[in-house]
């Protein structure tokens, strides 16, 4: 079965800092990557995406990750976070044009 | 606001008890999905439907879980007899068919059961 997976569950970081989040998949087939990052209070939403083309990928608000095939990564990045990145942050692949599947989420806390 | 609705976003009931949550998605998308996360994980697939059709279910969703879309629009999820394990968010997503492969999440239904 597939599986996505999250090597940080908690990440804090001051302002300023550089950010990457890890996110592994298993599936060897052809995959569709997505981060989708929660907000407090809010609601899942898409922060970036890959289909094909350029492994590396840019999202909103400054994020971008890069896709390495050859070690099942979808690592996301920032070079320099804010207070307002402060969220939940989750890695999800589609394999199938069907299912998604998600990480189990890295929560970063952004200090001031 | 044209995005992924749910409905109730918070319901509280007693041990026993059926609940049903409705989710209302995005015009047109004609997959729709339901899926439930609980704290310090994530979302974990339950059921989706290509419109009216229930195309896949999780061995998540017990024999208590039963999801329905009637006219391929909105769909309601339903659980039987609720049991503690069954608090969690229950989240309704949709997409577009074959040309659109994102899908857009709702605000989600949180249930406790106590």
């Known amino acids: 079965a597939q599986s996505v997976s999250q090597h940080n569950h908690h990440v804090i970081l001051s302002e300023a800092a550089s950010l990457e989040l890890g996110c592994n998949y298993s599936y060897g087939g052809t995959v569709n990557l997505f981060w989708y990052v929660q907000y407090p209070g809010q609601h899942l939403q898409l922060l970036l995406k890959?289909?094909?083309?350029?492994?590396l990928v840019k999202g909103i608000k400054g994020f971008e990750a890069e896709f390495i095939k050859s070690k099942f990564s979808f690592n996301l990045r920032k070079p320099s976070v804010q207070w307002s990145d402060t969220a939940e942050y989750f890695c999800a692949v589609n394999a199938n044009f069907n299912k998604f599947y998600f990480g189990s989420g890295t929560k970063l806390n952004v200090k001031p | 606001d044209t995005g992924v609705s749910q409905d109730p976003r918070h319901k509280i009931t007693k041990r026993g008890q059926n609940v049903t949550f409705r989710c209302d998605p995005i015009?047109?998308?004609?997959?729709l999905y339901w899926y439930r996360q609980t704290l310090g994980q994530g979302p974990e697939f339950l059921t989706y439907f290509q419109n009216e059709a229930q195309l896949e279910k999780s061995r998540l969703l017990s024999d208590r879980f039963s999801a329905e879309r009637p006219k391929g629009s909105f769909s309601t999820l339903e659980i039987q007899r609720t049991e503690q394990g069954d608090s969690a968010m229950y989240l309704c997503?949709?997409?577009?068919?074959?040309?659109?492969?994102?899908?857009?999440f709702g605000e989600g239904s949180w249930l406790t059961v106590v």
């Open positions: 997503a949709s997409r577009p068919g074959e040309s659109g492969n994102t899908i857009y």
């Open positions: 890959y289909f094909s083309g350029d492994p």
């Open positions: 015009s047109e998308h004609n997959r």
